[in-house]
């Protein structure tokens, strides 16, 4: 069985290639197992950059996955890609606990470069949205209140 995820790589602080902040041109890529998404493009960020980009994908609810992987990447103007660092998100962060499906997780994390140093702050959020077989509880229109009133009413009248 699987859920689907909503995930908005929001934006990233503070970036840098080794210990210089990035010019511009950076995205991010996404794994959950073997799935692999990429973001758009921010061209003109520099070492803020903001992509407000959603990506949906799924997520087996078996355990098999416990980490999402979010790699920032910045393309030089030779078009080579380099590695700005990368993010390890615990599935336990948004799935379980007291979050309901369907919650809005704003989340932050630290990125690391290849030799585990900062290398900048990433701000995504991330919802899992909820099945057609979840529970969904509202408020009774003022008929179904009035037709359930009677009906206890004459229950008590027989």
């Not at 992509?51 to 992987?69: A, L, Q, T």
């Not at 704003?106 to 990433?122: H, M, N, P, V």
């Not at 057609?132 to 509880?137: C, H, L, M, P, V």
Request: charged content about 30%; some cysteine; glycine content about 8%.
């Amino acid at each position: 069985m699987q859920r689907s995820l909503e995930i908005e790589l929001i934006s990233a602080e503070g970036l840098k290639v080794d210990r210089k902040p990035v010019k511009r041109k950076t995205f991010c890529v996404v794994k959950i197992d073997q799935k692999t998404r990429v973001c758009k493009l921010d061209e003109s960020g520099g070492s803020c950059p903001t992509w407000k980009d959603k990506i949906e994908m799924e997520i087996p609810i078996n355990g098999s996955v416990r980490f999402i992987s979010i790699e920032v990447l910045s393309r030089t103007s030779g078009g080579a890609e380099k590695n700005v660092g990368y993010a390890k998100i615990p599935v336990t962060d948004f799935i379980g606990g007291f979050a309901p499906q369907g919650h809005l997780n704003f989340l932050s994390y630290r990125l690391r470069d290849e030799y585990g140093d900062k290398s900048g702050i990433l701000n995504v959020s991330i919802m899992v949205k909820p099945d057609g077989n979840d529970i969904k509880y509202s408020t009774p229109s003022p008929l179904v209140v009035a037709t359930r009133i009677m009906q206890r009413v004459v229950l008590r009248l027989r």
